[in-house]
T-cell receptor
Framework: DTAVSQTPKYLVTQMGNDKSIKCEQN?????MYWYKQDSKKFLKIMFS???????INETVPNRFSPKSPDKAHLNLHINSLELGDSAVYFC??????????????FGEGSRLTVL | SQQGEEDPQALSIQEGENATMNCSYK?????LQWYRQNSGRGLVHLIL?????REKHSGRLRVTLDTSKKSSSLLITASRAADTASYFC????????????FGKGTHLIIQP
């Protein structure tokens, strides 16, 4: 069984469209994340979600919105897509211990291409 | 802001040789972790070293941590072609749900 699964793996769309990426983890972790990896492979955290507490990276445009229907799911919705949104988006999960972050388990990534 | 900075950005060695990658960071940490990413895949956790630890081993991996210099190194001994990948260090800065802050990575190529 895949621990962290995200769909779709590839997404090609036009500028201005709205799209969603889904993520599910079956590890029983209490914290989930979305990371963006750019063309130079730099990984930047976008959101983390823990027990209904949402931490947003202040540099993320408000066109991006995470939605968590339950502890095992954290979906990413993107409005009005722009060329610069093209990247690989990774979902991850971990089990927090106080303020300590342990090992992250990553999905396989969703490659978004905006034309 | 960028926390981890890996050095070198790219490394090419012959199979069987040892590969050493370095990571520097700027703020205090709870722990430092190393991840591997094969081309087109997700990141896979390799090893975690806590701020009160100085060295840790896992199979062919050896990680050191020097908190006074805010640096870590990852040594892969007896490299194999399958070790070809990008390697990232990541720091837990104790921000609770802030997750890990990743460096830019070292792309390692093992020549057969």
């Amino acid at each position: 069984d895949t621990a962290v699964s995200q769909t779709p793996k590839y997404l090609v769309t036009q500028m201005g469209n709205d799209k969603s990426i889904k993520c599910e983890q079956n590890l029983g972790h209490d914290t989930m994340y979305w990371y963006k990896q750019d063309s130079k492979k730099f990984l930047k955290i976008m959101f983390s979600y823990n027990n209904k507490e949402l931490i947003i990276n202040e540099t993320v445009p408000n066109r991006f919105s995470p939605k968590s229907p339950d502890k095992a799911h954290l979906n990413l919705h993107i409005n009005s897509l722009e060329l610069g949104d093209s990247a690989v988006y990774f979902c991850a999960s971990s089990q927090r211990s106080g303020t300590h972050t342990g090992e992250l388990f990553f999905g396989e990534g969703s490659r978004l291409t905006v034309l | 802001s960028q926390q981890g900075e890996e050095d070198p950005q790219a490394l090419s060695i012959q199979e069987g040789e040892n590969a050493t990658m370095n990571c520097s960071y700027k703020t205090s940490i709870n722990n430092l972790q190393w991840y591997r990413q094969n081309s087109g895949r997700g990141l896979v956790h390799l090893i975690l070293i806590r701020s009160n630890e100085r060295e840790k081993h896992s199979g062919r991996l050896r990680v050191t941590l020097d908190t006074s210099k805010k640096s870590s190194s990852l040594l892969i001994t007896a490299s194999r072609a399958a070790d070809t990948a990008s390697y990232f260090c990541a720091t837990d800065n104790g921000g609770g749900a802030d997750g890990l802050t990743f460096g830019k990575g070292t792309h390692l190529i093992i020549q057969p």
